[in-house]
């Protein structure tokens, strides 16, 4: 009786040693949920979500403190992906990106009319505006995530978003239209029925 | 024997041929190059116009580097980039004025356009002699070698349009065997045939320039044995031992790299990997042909032989073609069956492409215009798991396998299952039973898997250096903060020195006035603020509501896109208006300026 107790205590201790000194040693940085759904968020860095970035959306999301159908550019598809994650109901949009194009959009300066007044260098959330003060600025077209965040800051409105064209690069092949199957017997039925 | 048997049973089972040769699959469809082979090469046809489009290889586009109205001489430079990425300089294939650098359509499946430099021909073939300015002397070293052959713009002909100088090691003694590929193994072609029975020597001793300056001792040319007129004439044309003629059996798709490799040597290049790492440097014989025009009489890449075939044509040809002349042109000379009211095809019927006009010009990678009158589409039925696809693929891919992902979107699986080792050649295509059009499947299978890749480089490109900035934010906010302590520090310092100055100066005044005045000055600046901050606080903090922020952002998207739909009224106004806009703008923004320095001020 007398060991088994003993036994069992000293196998106790030894666990609970072991599972201190791995939850210290193994101790995981931040949140892995977190980081789990910055994953799927476009990284637009956008705003629309109410917060001022994407890892903080995807952190307020993982503490539920944010809805799941907040990504406006994500759309239905990252609303879901989210939900997945956090095994939340998934949500209808609460809004809709408006005339949200298919193709990808990029801010295009005006150079004539840019007063080079640094508004939307500040603005830029990932640093794709090059200029400097009372100089002309500039989009770095291949760092753009086509967030929009810079048109409204602009005073004079010479920011505008413009659809990215298409190129020998970027062109792809397009998946097979499914025709219709028409199978011999269908052929054979359809004579049939003519005759 | 074993041929001999093999022959027997394919009277009885046509596949039975595939144990022939060294590779799996492969198929053996009808070959058609009876149609253009038995005549000589055409002499040149010279059309009005040439275009030729920047981007005819594999890489970046080149720039021009001459303007409109120029007049050019055959073999001028016209086009290069001092750009270090991959790409080909372009020369002018005869002599006459830029009369245009336009958009144009490319002969490329999506039928986008590009920017061409247009030639109007002159028809005088003014030449530059020695273009490239060879020294009279043959390349001993792969440097020398590779320099020639960048730049007489030399790509890979038989239709990849790789850069040939990028192919070539720069060390010596490092390729161990050269492969001149004279297969031509897609019906139709008999390009690579012809150049063989016109141009052999030539051929022969670009191969044997090729080998002495890479100090290479074995070049072997694989020539399909349907070709026995080529055959002959280039047994004839050898001279020395290092190299050795092939036959090899007809069987599609023997010409391709790996295949050629795999039943000349019997060396299987591994996935992934590239012939060179294996010592082996694979070339077709017109680009073989190009080096030899390049080094010995110094002339860049300008035209090459394109066979104009297909059931649709009277008379079948090969010709030597400028770079740049419109499929439309040649194909007027093989006499069409009927209206060219249908899409013509560059390359062979297996991995051709359907061009979207047939205005499109001839690049260095065309070798065959193909005029085959339309035929009816044969209904799409569904895949019975048959299994033919599997055994006719080259490569060993399961082909079943790959489409039913490529089908469902599954991407993963599709290259887990080596989708990227696909050649495209089509052999699953031509033997499915249910004509699914497979290779269309992995070719979108690959176009959405590079897609999903560069997409995820943007997005952690984004994130980075959303991070980054959020860092320097910080990083500048700590700065700004120390800096304001150090000058506050400073001031207390100096304030305390002038106390104890003052009280040593002059007695008779109160002490800890100073301080006195500054806290009641202090004290009624926080009154004021204090009156005025209720007031302006509420409007300021009501602005940066994030559903306000993203209401002006859709407002001002729906302005710009309105802008963009009402746009271009009038060019000249538009011009004369934006100074003073810029003007007023600038105005405006002072404005704004002071405005809030005035209030910072009074705060």
């Known amino acids: ?195 | 024997m074993l041929d001999w048997i093999l022959k027997l049973i394919s009277l009885i089972y046509p596949m039975a041929k595939r144990g022939l040769k060294k590779f799996n699959g492969g198929i053996f469809p009808k070959s058609h190059k009876d149609l253009s082979n038995h005549h000589p090469i055409v002499k040149t046809i010279m059309p009005k116009e040439l275009a030729l489009p920047l981007k005819q290889h594999i890489g970046i586009a080149v720039e021009p580097l001459v303007v409109v109205g120029e007049k050019v001489l055959k073999n001028q430079l016209i086009a290069n980039t001092e750009d270090t990425s991959l790409h080909a300089p372009i020369h002018a294939p005869t002599s006459g004025t830029i009369s245009a650098i336009e958009q144009r359509q490319l002969p490329h499946s999506s039928g986008l356009t590009g920017l061409c430099i247009i030639i109007t021909t002159d028809g005088l073939e003014l030449e530059i002699e020695n273009a490239l300015k060879i020294p009279n002397k043959v390349p001993t070293e792969p440097n020398t070698l590779k320099n020639i052959i960048y730049k007489a713009g030399i790509v890979g002909m038989g239709g990849a349009g790789f850069p040939t100088f990028a192919k070539i090691p720069n060390e010596k003694n490092k390729v161990k065997t050269i492969i001149i590929n004279g297969a031509e193994c897609e019906p139709f072609i008999t390009c690579d045939d012809l150049i063989m029975q016109t141009y052999a020597k030539q051929i022969i001793s670009g191969a044997n320039i090729v080998a002495n300056a890479l100090g290479c001792n074995k070049i072997i040319c694989g020539i399909e044995d349907n070709k026995q007129q080529a055959i002959k004439k280039m047994r004839q044309a050898v001279n020395n031992e290092k190299i050795t003629i092939k036959s090899i059996p007809t069987i599609y798709p023997i010409g391709g790299e790996k295949q050629l490799i795999q039943e000349i040597l019997g060396i299987e290049i591994p996935a992934g990997s590239h012939a060179l790492n294996s010592g082996i440097l694979v070339m077709n014989v017109s680009t073989v042909r190009a080096i030899y025009q390049a080094v010995i009489e110094g002339k860049p890449l300008t035209s090459r032989i394109v066979t104009i075939s297909g059931t649709g044509l009277k008379k079948p040809y090969n010709t030597e073609a400028m770079l740049g002349t419109a499929f439309i042109d040649l194909i007027k000379f093989a006499k069409p069956k009927m209206k060219l009211n249908y899409r013509l095809i560059q390359g062979g019927p297996m991995m051709g492409f359907e061009v979207q006009t047939n205005q499109v010009p001839i690049t260095k990678t065309t070798n065959c215009i193909l005029a085959n009158t339309p035929q009816k589409k044969t209904a799409t039925m569904p895949c019975i798991r048959c299994g033919e696809c599997m055994d006719a693929c080259p490569i060993n891919l399961l082909p079943q396998q790959l489409y039913w992902y490529s089908k469902s979107q599954e991407f993963e699986k599709t290259e887990k299952l080596n989708l990227f080792d696909c050649i495209e050649c089509g052999c699953c295509s031509y033997v499915c039973p249910s004509n699914i059009p497979l290779v269309q499947y992995y070719r979108f299978a690959k176009a959405e898997v590079k897609k999903n890749k560069s997409e995820q480089k943007a997005t952690s490109l984004a994130k980075l250096r959303y991070e980054n900035k959020l860092a320097r934010q910080e990083k500048l906010k700590v700065e700004k903060a120390n800096r304001l302590k150090a000058k506050k520090e400073a001031i207390k310092q100096k304030s305390l020195a002038d106390k104890d100055k003052n009280i040593t100066a002059t007695s008779s005044t109160p002490p800890m006035s100073a301080r006195e005045k500054a806290l009641a000055a202090a004290k009624k600046r926080t009154q004021q603020a204090n009156q005025i901050t209720p007031d302006k606080a509420s409007p300021a903090k009501a602005t940066p509501t994030k559903a306000a922020t993203t209401a002006i952002a859709a407002a001002k998207k729906r302005a710009a896109l309105k802008k963009i739909k009402q746009q271009t009224p009038n060019k000249d106004t538009i011009e004369d208006s934006k100074p003073d806009n810029r003007k007023k703008a600038i105005e405006a923004e002072k404005k704004r300026a002071a405005l809030i320095k005035t209030k910072k001020s009074q705060e």
């Open chain 1, 1 to 195: 009786m007398l060991v088994a107790i003993l036994i069992f205590t000293g196998l106790a201790l030894i666990y609970g040693l072991l599972l201190g000194y791995a939850a210290i040693k193994f101790k995981v940085e931040g949140n892995p949920l977190a980081e789990q759904i910055n994953k799927e968020l476009p990284q637009t860095q956008c705003g629309q979500c109410n917060y001022p970035g994407c890892k903080p959306y995807a952190e307020a999301v993982a503490n539920d403190e944010a809805e799941v159908n907040q990504c406006i550019p994500g759309g239905t598809e990252v609303m879901i992906k989210i939900s997945e994650i956090t095994h939340r109901e998934p949500k209808e949009m609460s809004a809709v990106a408006e005339d949200k194009p298919a193709v990808k959009i990029v801010a295009l300066i005006d150079e004539d009319a840019c007063i080079g007044c640094l508004h939307c260098i500040k603005a830029c959330p990932v640093d794709a505006i090059v200029g400097s003060i009372k100089l002309m600025h500039t989009v770095i077209t291949d760092e753009c995530t086509g967030c929009d965040l810079c048109a409204p800051a602009c005073p004079v409105d010479c920011i505008e978003m413009i659809p990215v064209e298409e190129n020998l690069q970027t062109w792809a092949w397009q998946k097979p239209k499914t025709s219709p199957v028409v199978t011999p017997v269908d052929q054979f039925l359809q004579q049939e029925k003519t005759c």
